[in-house]
């Protein structure tokens, strides 16, 4: 499954845009498991004009739907040990989609450089997916537990807003560097925080693949940070564990600076994570506005 927005560029520190940005996902249910539980999302928020009626003709040709307020990268891993984790996943995406269309106060909050109101808002997204896989949860006939993690990024230009439940990623690659903007909500990742555990020992830990924090979980915690996206170029990606656990960060910097097209890079990603094994189910977005091609 995949969804994609393609395109080309403009001056360099300028808002890109919608035409400018070059963005895609794709997921894939990997060589040993046999159902996907990934979800992902790419969209655009824009303010739109709905013409109920009018007497005045060719009114599709005008212009009803302004330009783009804020754009929404998600990625959700389905807790594999959970009863339906494909369930998890959808539903906290689908209730992320219905919070960010509805709440379009948050995008003017951001400009107006309410950033306090913002982070605010961005928790209260990430509560309430986890509500609503709680409330499936709880509806069931039978007990069951649902659980997810949930990397969600809301870009309101210059910045990527990112809000982090569980332990898939968000990087930033940026002038030749690349950053893990977030971090895992893993025992193991307590552990080395705490000094108890050395961060080079926490791949091999058994507690790497426990969560501290998941939505639909019994703890949900929520984690908001951001990223200066306004230098041209500069590439964004979302992912799932299903990649980390075959391809190492530096071998994600490496494809990211070789990148031609978001496309591209996803596609090369998940077939070097299937090329080593494809253990788990694997989800890749990458955004990027390119830099103008000199003349």
């Known amino acids: 499954m995949k969804n994609a927005l393609t395109v080309s560029s403009s001056p360099n520190g300028l808002r890109p845009a919608d035409h400018e940005v070059d963005m895609f996902g794709i997921t894939h249910t990997g060589r040993v498991r046999k159902e996907n539980q990934d979800h992902?999302?790419?969209?655009?928020?824009?303010?739109?004009?709905?013409?109920?009626?009018?007497?005045?003709?060719?009114?599709?040709?005008?212009?009803?739907?302004?330009?783009?307020?804020?754009?929404?990268?998600?990625?959700?891993?389905?807790?594999?040990?959970?009863?339906d984790g494909g369930t998890a996943a959808r539903l906290a995406t689908e209730s992320v989609m219905r919070y960010v269309g509805s709440t379009l106060r948050c995008y003017h909050a951001i400009r107006d450089s309410k950033d306090d109101s913002f982070y605010a808002e961005l928790k209260e997204a990430a509560m309430q997916a986890h509500d609503a896989v709680r409330a499936e949860s709880e509806s069931r006939a039978e007990p069951t537990r649902l659980a997810t993690t949930m990397t969600l990024g809301v870009g309101v230009w210059?910045?990527?807003?990112?809000?982090?439940?569980?332990?898939?990623?968000?990087?930033?690659?940026?002038?030749?560097?690349?950053?893990?903007?977030?971090?895992?909500?893993?025992l193991a990742q307590q552990l080395v925080d705490d000094g108890v555990l050395k961060a080079d020992d926490m791949q091999r830990s058994p507690l790497s693949n426990v969560l501290a924090s998941a939505i639909g979980g019994d703890d949900a915690v929520p984690v908001v940070s951001r990223m200066d996206v306004s230098e041209r170029g500069c590439v964004v990606l979302f992912c799932t564990d299903g990649l980390t656990k075959h391809v190492t960060d530096a071998e994600i910097a490496t494809a990211c600076a070789g990148m031609q097209g978001a496309e591209q890079l996803c596609r090369d990603l998940l077939q070097l994570a299937l090329d080593r094994g494809g253990s788990d189910n694997i989800t890749i977005i990458a955004a990027r506005a390119p830099l103008k091609s000199a003349r």
């Open 158 to 186: 210059p910045w990527v807003y990112v809000v982090q439940v569980g332990d898939s990623r968000a990087y930033l690659y940026t002038r030749g560097q690349l950053q893990l903007v977030t971090r895992d909500q893993t």
């Open 40 to 83: 992902f999302l790419l969209a655009t928020v824009h303010p739109q004009l709905v013409v109920h009626g009018t007497s005045l003709p060719d009114v599709a040709e005008l212009p009803l739907r302004g330009g783009r307020l804020g754009t929404i990268l998600l990625v959700a891993d389905g807790v594999g040990g959970s009863s």
